[in-house]
Every structure is written in structure tokens, then in C-alpha cells.
Nanobody, 127 residues
Framework: QVQLLESGGGLVQTGGSLRLSCAVS????????MGWFRQAPGKERKFVAGISWSGGSTSYAESLEGRFTISRDDVMNMVYLQMNSLKPEDTANYYCARDRLEYRPLISTYEGNYDYWGQGIQVTVSS
């Protein structure tokens, strides 16, 4: 019943752009922080970006250098990740996740605070 379905991934050349989408259904959405994480082969899953329940604040991994933008649509129960100026280092499986705590005042980068996860979607950046 609970679904977080990622889409929009694929193969792109260095310097290109992709827009990931996450469609949420079967659970409350509007009052929860949403986040994107990624996991490269052989590495641990890491926080990429988060957006507060209100949409009023965002948080990003420092390594992104301002290249990514997270947003949400509370009417459609969607969260997005716009990725620009992509680099080979961005190659990973990307996951959409919902925070477990309603109205959390600060965006969490801790994986353990996110209870619902999408299936993951592959992003590959070629040289």
C-alpha cells in the first residue's frame, strides 16, 4: 500500500542534467520532511538533499557544490531532485525517503530518521 516510486533516472554525459521524481502514496506526506539519499557501488548510503515539511527550508550535502535543487509539490504528493552539471562522481542509486517524525523542525541527514524508502533509481554519469 505504501509506495515511494522514483523516476527520471538514466544515463547522462558529464555536464548534463536530470530531474528525479518521487511519487508518494499510501501514507501522510504534507507534514513530513522528505529526503534524497544515494549509494554508489561498494559504498554506504549518503544524504544528498532534504526539504522540510513546509517546503520553507532545504539542506544539501556540501559535496554537491550547489548543483542540485530539491523541491516538493504537496498537491500531487511529489518530491523532486533537479541535478545539473552532473559529474561521474554523482553516479549512484538514488533513493527517496520520508522522515518518520511529523513536523520535524530541522532537516535530518541521519538515515535512521527516515522510515519509508523508495526502491531506488540508477543515475549514471559518463565521461
Amino acid at each position: 500500500q505504501v509506495q515511494l516510486l522514483e523516476s527520471g533516472g538514466g544515463l547522462v554525459q558529464t555536464g548534463g542534467s536530470l530531474r528525479l521524481s518521487c511519487a508518494v502514496s499510501g501514507l501522510p506526506f504534507y507534514s513530513y520532511t522528505m529526503g534524497w539519499f544515494r549509494q554508489a557501488p561498494g559504498k554506504e548510503r549518503k544524504f544528498v538533499a532534504g526539504i522540510s515539511w513546509s517546503g520553507g527550508s532545504t539542506s544539501y550535502a556540501e559535496s554537491l557544490e550547489g548543483r542540485f535543487t530539491i523541491s516538493r509539490d504537496d498537491v500531487m504528493n511529489m518530491v523532486y531532485l533537479q541535478m545539473n552539471s552532473l559529474k561521474p562522481e554523482d553516479t549512484a542509486n538514488y533513493y527517496c525517503a520520508r522522515d518518520r517524525l511529523e513536523y520535524r523542525p530541522l532537516i535530518s541527514t541521519y538515515e535512521g530518521n527516515y522510515d519509508y524508502w523508495g526502491q531506488g533509481i540508477q543515475v549514471t554519469v559518463s565521461s
